[in-house]
């Protein structure tokens, strides 16, 4: 699982019409494009042979809409909703870099996901227009393993169910924290990893549930809230 998969809506976007009206698009087609009304949603996977897939649709113009499979650094034809070239490259773990050619003309535009969704910034080469557009991650894909990368606060958590862990002892730890999730209707299967030991068991969403260690100072009250998660640290003495 990449960290560019899953769903998402267009929330708001700027300037785009003048940006697609350089690209060859009519000022009628660029009206029904952008109707208020017409929900874009962008859906994207990542594929077993390392290429990606990306679902574009358009409720109100479907004759916007787009598949394309392409691999990372790779140079894509399209036909469909219009004869062009797509090469994606990876500036870094959250961002690509997309370089579409539609006849004589080149926009370059930086996809960025984040916590809450992806933003695009564009422009078209030779112009000086440029367009941006909000997306919100509407259907996150939670299902695979996820190794530990950093955290805040979790050491003083921690603390709570071992006190007997030193900084120096927590920080080599780190890079054997890992959790598998399997995402179930309505909850979670996760199966916990770290040099304290292994758990396994599951959550549902919006309920709260015990968790404890072996040897425990202290019980935590946790809800999973679609991967937001509350705790409330219950002290046992």
């Known amino acids: 699982m990449g960290k560019f998969d899953g769903k998402f809506v267009m929330e708001s976007s700027q300037k785009v019409a003048p ?13 029904k494009m952008l109707d ?4 874009v949603t962008v859906t994207v996977s990542e594929n077993s042979d390392g290429s990606f897939t990306s679902d574009s649709k358009h409720s109100l113009a479907p004759e916007f809409n787009s598949v394309v499979t392409f691999k990372i650094g790779e140079t894509t ?3 469909k909703p219009f004869p062009m070239t797509l090469t994606v490259t990876k500036k870094n773990e959250n961002t690509w870099i997309n370089r ?3 006849g004589d003309k080149v926009m ?4 960025v996901v984040h916590n809450y969704g992806m933003s695009i910034r564009g422009t078209v080469e030779g ?7 909000e997306f919100k991650r509407v259907s996150p894909q939670v299902t695979g393993f996820y190794a530990f990368e950093s955290e805040e606060g979790l050491y003083e958590i921690s603390k709570l169910w071992a006190p007997q862990v030193e900084l120096a002892d927590f920080e080599k730890m780190k890079p054997d924290m890992a959790l598998r999730i399997v995402e179930k209707s309505g909850g979670l ?8 030991g292994s758990k396994v068991y599951s959550v549902k969403f919006d309920e709260e549930y015990e968790y404890s260690q072996p040897g425990k100072q ?8 679609h991967l937001f998660i509350e705790i409330k640290i219950q002290p046992d003495f």
Do not use: W
């Open 77 to 79: 034809a399209i036909e």
């Open 19 to 31: 940006c697609m009206m350089a690209l060859g698009m009519t000022e009628d087609m660029c009206k």
């Open 36 to 39: 208020p009304k017409n929900v």
């Open 218 to 225: 202290a019980t935590a009250s946790i809800g999973f809230r």
């Open 108 to 111: 370059i535009t930086e996809n």
């Open 127 to 133: 112009t000086g227009l440029s367009l941006t557009e």
């Open 189 to 196: 299967c996760v199966d916990e990893r770290s040099p304290l």
């Open 100 to 102: 579409t050619e539609m």
